[in-house]
C-alpha cells in the first residue's frame, strides 16, 4: 500500500466522519478523513442529542469523548404550546432507552471526536477541500491541501459532508426533497437566566411559530426559531438579532430570559426541509450523517441519526469481507429508519406545524384523543425510529380510527 493508499476515506470530518474513523481505525483499518476545516467554529449546527442518540453513542464507544468536550445531561424536556402552562417530562425515566438528553457545544466535540480518531491510528488532514471523486476499481479523491491539489486512493469513500454535500453528486446519486415552508434559525446566547437542567419548547399555533432553548451551563444558551418560509424574511447576522428575540418572545419564551442575555456566535438561519437519498450506497461510496438524510433540525434528530448510520455502516463493514454487500446492506437499513423519521415528522408539521381552521379542529381532536390514549402519540422523535409506521398507525396517530 502506497501512503496514499487506504480501505476507507471520510469526505468531511464532522461527527458523521470523525466518528466512524474513529471506530474503523480502532478495528485495524486504515482510515483518511479530509476535512476543509482547520479550526471548527459556530455553523450553527446541533448541539442537543436526544435520548436515543446517546444510547447510539454508548453504543458507538463515543459518549466519553462526547463528555470530555463538555457534553452535559439535560434531565426535563418542558413544552408550552399556546402560551399555556407548561407540560414537564422527565427523560431519563419515560425514555426507551432510558436516558436524558446531552448537549454539547458543536465546534468542541468536532475537534474532540477528530483527536480521537488520531489517537486510534486514522489519518487526519485538516484544510483538505475535496473538489472531486473518480470512480474506479480503487476510487480516486482529489483533493486540494494547503493549495496543493493531491491525490488520495481508497477501497471504500464515504461522503461524510453535510446537508450540502457535494460527494452526493460525484458519487451520482439524486436527491430528494421535502417541500419546504419553514426557516429555522439559531443563535447562541451568554448570560441567559433559562435553567440549566431543562430544555424548553414554546409554540403558537396561529403564527406557526417555534421556539426552542438548549441549555449549555453557566448561561450558555442555543436558542433557535422556527417560523414560516412565507413571511419572506431569512434572519442572518447582526441586523437581524432583535427580530429574533422578538419572535422568540411571540412564541412564548419568558421576555425575563433574554434580559441580560447577549450573543455569544452569530445568527444563521436554515430551510428546514428534509433532503435524502434513497439507498444511501453505490459502486464504493457510502454516504452518511446529512449527506445521506437531513431531517428538520426542528425535530433534533440529526445527530442521533448520524450516529445511527455510523454504528449500521460500522456493523455491517465489521462483519462482511464483501464492502459491495456491507454497504447495500447499511444503505437498505438506512432506508428503513430514515423512512420512519421523515413520515413521523412530516405527521407532527400537519398536526403541529399548519393554520387555520381545520387544523385548530384537527389539533383539538387529536390531543383530547391522546389524552385518553398517550399510546396513540409517537415517541420516536425522544425514544427512536424502532417501530412501524403503516395505515394502522397513521389512523390512531390522527385518530382516524375513533
Ligand atoms: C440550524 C440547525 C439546528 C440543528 N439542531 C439539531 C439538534 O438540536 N439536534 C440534532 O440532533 N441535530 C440538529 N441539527 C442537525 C445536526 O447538526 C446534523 O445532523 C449533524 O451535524 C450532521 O453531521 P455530519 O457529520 O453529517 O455533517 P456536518 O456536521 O455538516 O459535517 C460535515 C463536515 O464535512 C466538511 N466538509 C464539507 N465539504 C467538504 C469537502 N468538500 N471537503 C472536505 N471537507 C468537507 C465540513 O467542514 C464539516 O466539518 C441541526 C442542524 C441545523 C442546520
Not at 455553523?43 to 459518549?63: D, P, Q, T
Request: proline letters at 4%.
Amino acid at each position: 500500500m502506497s501512503s496514499t493508499d487506504f480501505d476507507i476515506i471520510t469526505i468531511g470530518g464532522g461527527l458523521g466522519g470523525a466518528s466512524l474513523a474513529k471506530v474503523m481505525a480502532e478495528h485495524g483499518a486504515q482510515v483518511l478523513v479530509l476535512e476543509s476545516e482547520t479550526t471548527f467554529k459556530d455553523r450553527v449546527r446541533g448541539e442537543a442529542m436526544v435520548s436515543w442518540g446517546v444510547n447510539e453513542a454508548k453504543e458507538l464507544g463515543i459518549y466519553s469523548n462526547l463528555r470530555d468536550a463538555g457534553g452535559w445531561d439535560v434531565e426535563f424536556l418542558e413544552v408550552s404550546l399556546e402560551a399555556g402552562k407548561p407540560v414537564r417530562r422527565q427523560l431519563r425515566s419515560t425514555t426507551n432507552p432510558s436516558e436524558p438528553r446531552f448537549n454539547f457545544y458543536h465546534p468542541d466535540i468536532q475537534e474532540s471526536l477528530l483527536q480521537a480518531a488520531s489517537d486510534a491510528g486514522a489519518v487526519i488532514q485538516r484544510g483538505a477541500r475535496v473538489r472531486h471523486l473518480r470512480l474506479g476499481d480503487s476510487h480516486v479523491v482529489v483533493a486540494t491541501v494547503a493549495g496543493v491539489e493531491k491525490e488520495f486512493t481508497a477501497r471504500l469513500v464515504v461522503g461524510a459532508d453535510g446537508r450540502y454535500s457535494r460527494a452526493r453528486g460525484w458519487g451520482g446519486f439524486q436527491v430528494s426533497e421535502n417541500p419546504e415552508s419553514t426557516f429555522c434559525a439559531g443563535l447562541l446566547f451568554q448570560g441567559m437566566t433559562a435553567p440549566d437542567d431543562t430544555t424548553h419548547n414554546f409554540r403558537i399555533f396561529e403564527k406557526s411559530l417555534n421556539a426552542l432553548l438548549f441549555p449549555q451551563r453557566s448561561g450558555m444558551v442555543r436558542a433557535y426559531l422556527c417560523y414560516p418560509m412565507a413571511w419572506g424574511e431569512q434572519l442572518s447576522a447582526d441586523k437581524d438579532i432583535r427580530r429574533f428575540i422578538n419572535w422568540s418572545v411571540e412564541a412564548g419564551t419568558p421576555k425575563g430570559y433574554f434580559e441580560g442575555a447577549v450573543p455569544a456566535g452569530p445568527l444563521a438561519s436554515f430551510k428546514s426541509a428534509s433532503t435524502w437519498v434513497e439507498h444511501p450506497y453505490r459502486d464504493g461510496v457510502a454516504l452518511i450523517g446529512d449527506a445521506a438524510g437531513a431531517t428538520d433540525p426542528m425535530w433534533g434528530q440529526g445527530l442521533s441519526l448520524t450516529l445511527r448510520d455510523v454504528r449500521v455502516l460500522r456493523d455491517h463493514l465489521l462483519g462482511e469481507w464483501d464492502w459491495a454487500k456491507s454497504g447495500h446492506a447499511y444503505a437498505e437499513e438506512h432506508d428503513r429508519y430514515f423512512t420512519v423519521c421523515n413520515t413521523v415528522q412530516a405527521w407532527h408539521e400537519r398536526l403541529l406545524v399548519e393554520t387555520g381552521q381545520e387544523a385548530n379542529a384537527l389539533r383539538a381532536r387529536v390531543f383530547q384523543l391522546w389524552q385518553l390514549d398517550p399510546t396513540r402519540r409517537l415517541d420516536t422523535f425522544a425514544s427512536g425510529p424502532d417501530h412501524l409506521i403503516d395505515e394502522s398507525v397513521r389512523r390512531r396517530f390522527f385518530g382516524e380510527d375513533w
